[in-house]
């Protein structure tokens, strides 16, 4: 094997009776050595693992199987192997783009239990943008899908929050340095994940993203992620970068696996458990693996940051005209629990005849059955602004018991993959993976599930209650519950084909595949207008009692009837991918200054989408139901090649120039509506040993997904302003909305510029740097009508005029507008530039042990969008619109002999502002909100390694590790909403401490 492999290198101590790939294996753990064996000769070496040498993001990864020969000498020649940011196969540790590699014990390291859960932990990712085209669905934000960038649901005082159900709840994308799901491409095994066929809710334009909940965390090998644009080598939408998924494979033996978390406040119990079992048989060879996931709900009432809803003790910011102290809102809903009665007429106005002088009572709590007139409670306060006593307010109500800050889940997934090698130099090849998820989200109850809907009272006759006079009834229809919304995703994967090598050097894939994801969304409305003939009911069965306690001992339930009222709007998406792909790499010319590489290849895709949406009016005695179907496809034809020039390298280095490499590839895409070519330069150059500089420059593109163009067409009728007209305000303008069905695709530029010094007087240290800048132009996007209008310049095609009149053009005034386009546009530009650090370094002083120390971190340098015509670029660096300033982990890794253990440090910097977060608290002209504080958590573990068994030799081969989550108990800063705190932001502190316990066993 190559000395310099393992130069410097120190191993583990090893005892006890293994087979020699065992004592290899245990020797060079932690190490950054991964051990690999030739398959006829059963010889074994080491190799560098490329992802630790240099890119230290992680723990050492199980890289792709290297294969070796034997050199005339009898020696063992390593071969070649692949990372992702390159197709062309590397002999050196760094290829032309920066990537970082997860493995299995890295991911185990950081305590997440879903895939979601561990890459919002990378630095370079942020979800946390509520609404837009750079938001990312997040289960964990209940805030997440109730608006887009031009629709807000109004402000409820009722409710004291927003009056919508949940919008888009129970998936979970990624995007990378906040440039939103569509923008950052995630592959599974090298290949296109199907996206949702839902699309992203909180755009106007319904983003494509992949669901990572369709895709177990016990089912995942690796993970591997390069932040560089890599639109040239993988195709579009990977503008910020790509997320490569390896599932598990090539795999010997059988493991048992599974993992607990609980939480020390309760709540939000998470466990899974998973089997893989992988076998060789002759030519033939597999894996099968199995995983389950479930997850508690957790309450807002179980958490002191979140179970108090009245925040008008709370200081929230500053008024800008007083300079005094702005007080939090009450979010407690105006009414509550038993019912609220007031006088409506009577003898003396708005007063009761039975009860002189009193205008509103209250149904005694614990009332099983209708109280006598003298039994009612009189109120007696005054509730401000009002200056009589009325019914609002006089009994309000703390929803949090109602509220999921986490809600429940429940996923099960299965993969297998086969490999018969039909000769020496082919292999054929198959995988199937499946995914079922599912998941129940709570809300608290509506502004239609109070009576009389968005606080207007329910009117009841004199007939119908005990105060002979007409009286109206005020409550939360406690026994119909909260609004929710059930989730369900199938997701069936299949890949197949040869695989195999030509000539000396050359190896090619051709593969075929199909993915299949249905998703299916039920959300729980109320109707409220059958509720008031239900109070009347002639039948008593069907009559609603609104004098009763429906929580006391004894009182008849009502929930059946209730139940009566309620609407099931259903949302069903159906995305197919099937697609068939050619690659090939391999060495294509020797010349003096090395050898020529090259890689190519092409793919065919197509993408169909089906959406059924079934919708029911709130407001109708006798609910229709109207069915919306959409139908799209879109066929993406695709060819690339790649080149690497080599100018100096280990058998002509000179002095300075130890290696310099040149990387040229470009790729040419065509969907039948556009077709674009984008190329990318790269240059590697490593001065002198310890030094590795490396730039590019690249063009890449997001083409639309299939649900950018299913928003159907409407018309609105509006009156706008027309500032080229006297009078200026004109009515009667038919407003078009909708996708547009040719539109451009959102071109970007990346330049990259990297370093990585490896000190050769400090061994083992690894620093590393690395520079973005990103320029999204022509985004697609959705401009106000207004605003259209006003910069028609820009936009001639989109407004429509009459003929000019007699008096138009006397007054030197074009004719009256007509119509309006506003369907999906092209325009505006996204600039992103940041820094990324890594630091690793492995302790020469193994006294005690092999230490590794660890850190990443981002920081984000520009933020800016400028996609408003006629309005300068908006800036959003400390603003919850962009990552934060600085984002971080660092870690320490610890193991000797059968120990192990680690330390997680993370840390996200504040925001002076929230315009992306909740439209209460976004600044505006009358309050500045109190900036929102960094947050940073400590999480530790411990693990044993049972080598020679428990007891007899049983469970030999044991790992067991304990763990503690935010060992201080941190929790989420305030923030002034219903929840009580921002959950796109703050979801990894929701929990609390929460201890952890997950074994590994061998069989």
């Known amino acids: 094997m190559p000395t310099d492999a393992v130069k410097g290198v120190r191993t583990n101590a090893v005892s006890g009776a293994m087979t020699p790939r065992e004592a290899l294996e245990k020797m060079v753990a932690g190490t950054g050595l991964t051990v690999i064996q030739d398959e006829k000769t059963g010889a074994l070496g080491l190799r560098a693992d490329p992802a630790v040498a240099k890119n230290a993001d992680s723990r050492p990864a199980d890289a792709p199987a290297a294969k070796m020969e034997k050199t005339e000498t009898g020696a063992l020649k390593l071969e070649t192997y692949t990372v992702l940011g390159s197709r062309i196969r590397q002999t050196e540790t760094e290829g032309p783009s920066p990537v970082s590699t997860y493995d299995r014990d890295y991911i185990r390291s950081t305590g997440a239990m879903t895939l979601a859960d561990f890459l919002n932990q990378i630095p370079q990712t942020y979800s946390g943008i509520a609404f837009g085209r750079a938001s990312t669905p997040n289960e964990l934000n209940p805030e997440f899908g109730q608006r887009n960038e031009s629709s807000f649901p109004s402000f409820n005082f009722v409710l004291q929050s927003s009056a919508a159900p949940p919008g888009q709840t129970g998936v979970s994308g990624v995007s990378l340095r906040g440039l939103g799901s569509g923008s950052t491409l995630v592959l599974v095994d090298g290949r296109r994940a199907a996206q949702s066929g839902n699309g992203n809710r909180a755009t106007d334009t319904r983003q494509g993203f992949v669901d990572l909940n369709t895709i177990p965390l016990g089912m995942i090998e690796s993970i591997e992620v390069t932040t560089d644009g890599a639109s040239a080598i993988y195709g579009a939408d990977a503008v910020a970068g790509v997320i490569n998924i390896k599932l598990k494979k090539n795999y010997t033996g059988t493991e048992i696996s599974g993992g607990f978390k609980t939480a020390e406040h309760g709540g939000g119990r998470?466990?899974?458990?998973?089997?893989?079992?992988?076998?060789?048989?002759?030519?033939?060879?597999?894996?099968?693996?199995?995983?389950?996931?479930?997850?508690?709900?957790?309450?807002?009432?179980?958490?002191?940051?979140?179970?108090?809803?009245?925040?008008?003790?709370?200081?929230?910011?500053?008024?800008?005209?007083?300079?005094?102290?702005?007080?939090?809102?009450?979010?407690?809903?105006?009414?509550?629990?038993?019912?609220?009665?007031q006088a409506s007429g009577g003898v003396v106005a708005g007063e009761f005849n039975a009860i002189p002088g009193v205008r509103v009572v209250f149904v005694p709590a614990g009332s099983a059955t209708t109280p006598t007139v003298a039994q009612f409670v009189p109120a007696t306060a005054i509730i401000p602004p009002a200056n009589v006593v009325n019914a609002s307010g006089q009994r309000r109500m703390n929803t949090a018991s109602y509220l999921d800050l986490i809600p429940v889940s429940k996923r099960t997934g299965f993969s297998g993959n086969l490999n018969y090698k039909i000769g020496d130099r082919l292999d054929a090849f198959a995988s199937y993976r499946t995914s079922d998820t599912k998941s129940n989200t709570n809300t608290q109850p509506g502004a239609n599930s109070i009576t009389g809907g968005f606080g207007t009272a329910a009117l009841l006759p004199a007939a119908f209650n005990p105060f002979n006079q007409n009286v109206n009834i005020s409550m939360v229809l406690t026994e119909w519950g909260a609004q929710s919304q059930r989730v369900r995703t199938w997701d069936d994967a299949?890949?197949?084909?040869?695989?195999?090598?030509?000539?000396?050097?050359?190896?090619?894939?051709?593969?075929?595949?199909?993915?299949?994801?249905?998703?299916?969304?039920?959300?729980?409305?109320?109707?409220?207008?059958?509720?008031?003939?239900?109070?009347?009911?002639?039948?008593?069965?069907?009559?609603?009692?609104?004098?009763?306690?429906?929580?006391?001992?004894?009182?008849?339930?009502?929930?059946?009837?209730?139940?009566?009222?309620?609407?099931?709007?259903?949302?069903?998406?159906?995305?197919?991918?099937?697609?068939?792909?050619?690659?090939?790499?391999?060495?294509?010319?020797?010349?003096?200054?090395?050898?020529?590489?090259?890689?190519?290849?092409?793919?065919?895709?197509?993408?169909?989408?089906?959406?059924?949406?079934?919708?029911?009016?709130?407001?109708?005695?006798?609910?229709?139901?109207?069915?919306?179907?959409?139908?799209?496809?879109?066929?993406?034809?695709?060819?690339?090649?790649?080149?690497?020039?080599?100018?100096?390298?280990?058998?002509?280095?000179?002095?300075?120039?130890?290696?310099?490499?040149?990387?040229?590839?470009?790729?040419h895409e065509d969907n039948g509506r556009f077709s674009k070519t984008v190329p990318k330069y790269g240059v590697s150059w490593t001065p002198v040993q310890s030094v590795l500089?490396?730039?590019?420059?690249?063009?890449?593109?997001?083409?639309?997904?299939?649900?950018?163009?299913?928003?159907?067409?409407?018309?609105?009728?509006?009156?706008?302003?027309?500032?080229?007209?006297?009078?200026?305000?004109?009515?009667?303008?038919?407003?078009?909305?909708?996708?547009?069905?040719?539109?451009?695709?959102?071109?970007?530029?990346?330049?990259?510029?990297?370093?990585?010094?490896?000190?050769?007087?400090?061994?083992?240290?690894?620093?590393?740097?690395?520079?973005?800048?990103?320029?999204?132009?022509?985004?697609?996007?959705?401009?106000?009508?207004?605003?259209?209008?006003?910069?028609?310049?820009?936009?001639?095609?989109r407004v429509t005029r009459a003929a000019p009149t007699a008096s138009d053009t006397a007054l030197n005034q074009p004719g009256q507008i007509t119509a309006l386009n506003r369907v999906f546009v092209s325009f505006g530009e996204v600039v992103n530039r940041s820094l990324d650090f890594v630091a690793d370094y492995r302790l020469p002083w193994v006294q005690y042990g092999n230490f590794r120390v660890n850190l990443a971190a981002s920081r984000t340098l520009e933020a800016t969008r400028a996609l408003a015509p006629g309005q300068p670029p908006v800036v959003l660096e400390d603003d919850t619109a962009s990552p934060p300033k600085w984002k971080y982990n660092a870690a320490v890794f610890w193991r000797k002999g059968d120990w192990s253990g680690s330390a997680f440090f993370s840390y996200q910097d504040g925001f002076q502002s929230n315009n992306s977060g909740n439209s209460l608290v976004a600044n505006d002209t009358a309050i500045i909100y109190f900036p929102t504080p960094s947050v940073a958590k400590l999480d530790l573990r411990l693990g044993y390694e049972f080598r020679n068994g428990i007891w007899r030799e049983y469970g030999k081969g044991l790992r067991v590790n304990v763990g503690v989550n935010n060992v201080f108990d941190k929790k989420p800063p305030f923030s002034d909403t219903v929840w009580g705190f921002n959950a796109g932001l703050h979801s990894q502190y929701i929990l609390g401490r929460a201890l952890e316990l997950s074994f590994v066993l061998p069989l």
């Open 693 to 797: 500089l490396r730039a590019s420059w690249s063009e890449g593109f997001r083409a639309p997904g299939v649900t950018e163009y299913l928003i159907a067409t409407s018309v609105a009728t509006s009156t706008l302003t027309d500032p080229r007209r006297t009078p200026a305000s004109t009515s009667g303008i038919a407003v078009t909305s909708g996708s547009n069905p040719n539109p451009l695709p959102e071109l970007s530029e990346n330049t990259y510029i990297g370093a990585v010094y490896e000190p050769s007087f400090i061994k083992g240290l690894s620093l590393q740097v690395n520079y973005y800048d990103t320029l999204q132009k022509d985004t697609l996007q959705q401009i106000s009508a207004q605003n259209i209008i006003n910069n028609e310049a820009l936009f001639p095609d």
């Open 270 to 341: 998470e466990r899974n458990g998973s089997i893989i079992s992988g076998f060789s048989h002759g030519k033939l060879s597999g894996t099968v693996a199995l995983d389950y996931y479930d997850r508690q709900s957790l309450k807002a009432s179980d958490r002191s940051f979140s179970k108090e809803q009245n925040h008008s003790a709370i200081a929230r910011g500053t008024l800008i005209a007083t300079g005094a102290t702005a007080f939090g809102r009450d979010y407690r809903l105006n009414f509550g629990f038993p019912a609220v009665i």
């Open 494 to 667: 299949a890949t197949g084909g040869l695989r195999g090598k030509w000539g000396q050097t050359w190896e090619w894939e051709l593969g075929g595949s199909w993915q299949r994801q249905k998703g299916r969304q039920i959300t729980r409305n109320f109707n409220p207008a059958p509720f008031a003939n239900m109070l009347t009911a002639a039948d008593p069965l069907q009559r609603f009692n609104p004098f009763i306690d429906p929580s006391a001992p004894g009182a008849p339930s009502q929930a059946a009837l209730l139940e009566t009222l309620s609407l099931y709007p259903s949302v069903v998406g159906i995305s197919t991918v099937t697609g068939l792909d050619f690659s090939a790499n391999g060495d294509l010319y020797e010349y003096w200054g090395g050898t020529i590489k090259m890689a190519f290849g092409g793919s065919s895709f197509r993408n169909e989408v089906d959406s059924t949406a079934i919708n029911f009016p709130t407001s109708s005695l006798t609910p229709v139901a109207t069915i919306v179907a959409l139908t799209g496809s879109q066929t993406t034809k695709a060819q690339f090649a790649e080149l690497q020039l080599p100018v100096f390298g280990k058998d002509n280095a000179k002095p300075l120039f130890r290696r310099l490499d040149f990387n040229v590839a470009a790729r």
